[in-house]
T-cell receptor
Framework: AQTVTQSQPEMSVQEAETVTLSCTYDTSESDYYLFWYKQPPSRQMILVIRQEAYKQQNATENRFSVNFQKAAKSFSLKISDSQLGDAAMYFCAYRSAPGNTPLVFGKGTRLSVIA | DAGVTQSPTHLIKTRGQQVTLRCSPKSGHDTVSWYQQALGQGPQFIFQYYEEEERQRGNFPDRFSGHQFPNYSSELNVNALLLGDSALYLC?????????????FGPGTRLLVL
């Protein structure tokens, strides 16, 4: 079974600074997808960024980018120019491919942004 | 374009009771997955419905059951509630394709069992 580990229960960052959230996963599969979801206090799980394992290029979405190291099974999220609205729980998630397989989540990292 | 909606937002039940939670998927989506998120934990997969049938199931007892309607909306039923069933229940919708499709989540239903 696949597992996802987020080793940082809490992180903090100064507004406008950069922060990196860590995620490692365990799988024997070669084809899969990785995600970062954000869950603010409103509880809505919002997709931040996704990465296809077969792509070598790291995904980017505006201020959010990932460092995907397939051999090391590592998938970190970098948030640049942090904003107060970035404060939330961040979950790393894994999904097998192909098909509509369920997501396997880590336990999350709580990110605080300091003004 | 309406996103995923869930009802109710909050619910309080007592042990032994039964509860039904509802989910309407994002427009154009045909697959609904349910997750349970205990306090301080990541979501855990309960089951997934497609074409009105349960297609995949996580490690949850038979007290957890579901249904999908022809309009793709879905219900999650939990019988004989236990204190440990207190959690945020999340519904996610997606479109079944051969390749990966992103799951979009609803705002969740907070269930408290007393």
């Amino acid at each position: 079974a696949q597992t996802v580990t987020q080793s940082q229960p809490e992180m903090s960052v100064q507004e406008a600074e950069t922060v990196t959230l860590s995620c490692t996963y365990d799988t024997s599969e070669s084809d899969y997808y990785l995600f970062w979801y954000k869950q603010p206090p409103s509880r809505q799980m919002i997709l931040v960024i996704r990465q296809e394992a077969y792509k070598q290029q790291n995904a980017t979405e505006n201020r959010f980018s990932v460092n995907f190291q397939k051999a090391a099974k590592s998938f970190s999220l970098k948030i640049s120019d942090s904003q107060l609205g970035d404060a939330a729980m961040y979950f790393c998630a894994y999904r097998s491919a192909p098909g509509n397989t369920p997501l396997v989540f880590g336990k999350g990292t709580r990110l605080s942004v300091i003004a | 374009d309406a996103g995923v909606t869930q009802s109710p937002t909050h619910l309080i039940k007592t042990r032994g009771q039964q509860v039904t939670l509802r989910c309407s998927p994002k427009s154009g989506h045909d697959t609904v997955s349910w997750y349970q998120q205990a306090l301080g934990q990541g979501p855990q997969f309960i089951f997934q419905y497609y074409e009105e049938e349960e297609r995949q199931r996580g490690n949850f007892p038979d007290r957890f059951s579901g249904h999908q309607f022809p309009n793709y909306s879905s219900e999650l039923n939990v019988n004989a509630l236990l204190l440990g069933d207190s959690a945020l229940y999340l519904c996610a919708s997606s479109l079944l394709t051969l390749y990966q499709e992103t799951q979009y989540f609803g705002p969740g239903t907070r269930l408290l069992v007393l």
